[in-house]
């Protein structure tokens, strides 16, 4: 929950719900969460505990060819990216939290946004950011990052509740709420595409997966708990954080910025801080609420910067510590451009991430069906309850077909919107079978033909 519940539910959420219609978003978005997110949360879970390793380590200890071992370097490489512009924005929250004391954004929310969001000064919040991640991930995963997330996790669910009751009583909020929750129908038949590429990519991005951090967590996680419990649970409550984030933030656009559009990917930012300058105590209750909003981010930061430690202790012995360090100095390094340039971040936190963590699940779906096959389904039955267990069949042939294919139809359309192309949505299908279907024979025919190699356990 930690690695799923962060600034992709409170930050990412109500950019891409405001940028795509608001309700006809909000409604594509929960049924793919559902029904494509959980399935597939549920194939990087198997393949996780599987082999009790890191994305690497995975493919390689599990039985397939060595190619599959691309799909973990790809994974490690996804991290990395994410954390990358992810920090920008933990640099953003902890800049908000500390200028709450003095007010430094209450004369004109906007302004001040567009003045600190990029440059040296966000490049500065951004490394002691890092920093703080570092230092979590650098003493372990149950000293560090377990007992910090259960100590957050908590916090941003009541206070983000304390503040959703609170924008109820804003003086627009009823606009607020009828842009987000009253569903738009027309909206979404006439941009269909772009609304249901920008939902998949926010699926992924906010529960984490497709990009190796929960595999690499569930490496961690004992056979006797039920994996599809534990999908089900991450994703519902993580769905329950959005909407919840959505119905502070929406109220307070419309109350106190201008509208929808107010503030782009800084629509956060602007909304509570011009409430909070118009409140008494405003001070005190912009600390409280970035406070949150910072455990939030780092929880999933420190998820992001565990896939790559984990890759390099686990495939090569090094010491932990060592590590953490090494890799705070690349993520610097390849941080800066996002915190220095408006244009590199927009492309990096939108297309990039969310092209990257589609191409990721697509290969743990295949993998988990057509190369681990009934041993996936073996690992999806240990600890699994009564209710579940029935459709372990149907889940295995459902990830090995339906859902890659739904989610390759998401990365060609966000691919071509991105190269400038107008398509038609009967057209990119028709590409996307052409590309599935031939892809399930070869992968299934080659992995007849490769021996099968024994899990080597970690514990």
Not at 99 to 118: C, I, L, Q, R, W
Not at 141 to 151: A, P, Q, S
Not at 172 to 190: E, I, T
Not at 312 to 318: H, K, T
Request: proline fraction near 4%; aromatic fraction near 14%.
């Amino acid at each position: 929950m930690g690695s799923a519940v962060g600034l992709g539910n409170i930050w990412r959420f109500p950019w891409m719900t405001a940028q795509n219609g608001g309700s006809a978003f909000l409604v594509t978005y929960l049924f793919i969460v559902i029904g494509v997110g959980v399935p597939g949360l549920l194939a990087t879970l198997v393949i996780g505990r599987r082999s009790n390793r890191n994305p690497v380590g995975a493919f390689k200890a599990l039985k397939g060819s060595r190619g599959w071992v691309l799909l973990g370097g790809i994974c490690v490489l996804t991290s990395v990216v994410l954390i990358s512009f992810y920090s920008v924005v933990g640099g953003w929250i902890l800049r908000y939290f500390i200028e709450s004391f003095t007010g430094a954004y209450f004369a004109n929310p906007g302004a001040h946004f567009e003045a600190v969001n990029y440059g040296i000064g966000a490049f500065q919040y951004q490394v002691l950011f890092l920093i703080i991640t570092a230092l979590i991930v650098m003493v372990g995963v149950r000293e560090g990052i377990e007992t910090t997330t259960k100590i957050m996790m908590p916090g941003v669910a009541i206070l983000l509740s304390v503040m959703a009751i609170w924008a109820f009583r804003q003086p627009n909020a009823a606009q607020g709420y009828q842009f987000y929750l009253s569903f738009d129908g027309q909206y979404l038949s006439k941009n269909f595409l772009s609304v249901v590429s920008s939902a998949a990519g926010q699926a992924l991005f906010t529960l984490s997966i497709g990009g190796g951090t929960m595999l690499t967590y569930a490496s961690y996680i004992e056979e006797d708990r039920s994996l599809p419990f534990d999908a089900s649970t991450i994703a519902i409550l993580n769905l329950g954080i959005g909407v919840l984030a959505g119905l502070v933030v929406f109220p307070l656009l419309f109350s106190y910025a201008d509208g929808p559009t107010g503030g782009g990917p800084g629509a956060l930012f602007v909304s509570i801080a011009g409430a909070f300058a118009n409140l008494p105590a405003g001070e005190l209750l912009g600390a409280t609420f970035f406070l949150v909003v910072l455990l939030a981010a780092i929880t999933s930061s420190i998820s992001m910067l565990e896939i790559p430690v984990s890759f390099l202790v686990d495939e090569f012995g090094l010491k932990r510590s060592r590590v953490t360090r090494g890799l705070f100095v690349i993520v610097v390094a390849t941080g800066a451009p996002n915190a220095f340039n408006a244009a590199v971040f927009s492309f990096v936190a939108g297309h990039l991430v969310s092209l990257l963590m589609t191409l990721g699940l697509i290969g743990f779906m295949f993998y988990a069906a057509w190369v681990l096959g009934p041993d996936a389904v073996e690992e999806y039955l240990k600890g699994a309850g009564s209710l579940s267990r029935p459709f372990a069949g149907v889940w295995r042939y459902a990830i090995g077909s339906v859902f890659p294919v739904f989610l390759l139809f998401s990365f060609y359309t966000d691919s071509l919107s991105l190269a400038g192309y107008s398509v038609d949505s009967m057209e990119v299908l028709a590409v996307t079978l052409l590309t599935a279907i031939p892809f399930v024979v070869l992968v299934h025919w080659s992995e007849r033909e490769t021996p099968s190699k024994t899990t080597q356990s970690m514990d």
